[in-house]
């Protein structure tokens, strides 16, 4: 089992992470003192993935996975949204300059 990526709240009340423990990743959310179950999200086609931190409103998580997709989780009802695909795996300096080769 492996929990991984473990990023807090806006408001610092809880703490959200992918946890494999259930066999395939899964987006596990709970409080920060660790009482109680945490909440689980699945994810389609889970693969690794690692957290980005979404608008300090604490409505939505962004999370990146394997395959260089960016998608976001709305925490109240668990809907995940597919919002891009990076075509870099290596960002490079014609990448950060803008040029494309």
Do not use: C
């Not at 959310?29 to 909440?39: E, F, S, V």
Request: proline share 8%.
């Amino acid at each position: 089992m492996a929990d991984r990526n473990p990023i807090w709240s806006p408001d610092g009340k809880s703490i959200a992470w992918f946890s494999d423990q259930s066999g395939e990743y899964r987006l596990m959310i709970g409080t920060q003192d660790g009482l109680g179950k945490p909440r689980e999200i699945t994810i389609a086609n889970p693969t690794f993935s690692s957290l980005r931190h979404g608008p300090p409103d604490g409505k939505y998580l962004a999370f990146t996975d394997e395959g260089l997709n960016l998608s976001m989780v709305e925490l109240a009802t668990g809907k995940l949204t597919w919002v891009d695909t990076d075509r870099f795996a290596h960002p490079g300096p014609d990448r950060e300059s803008g040029l494309v080769s």
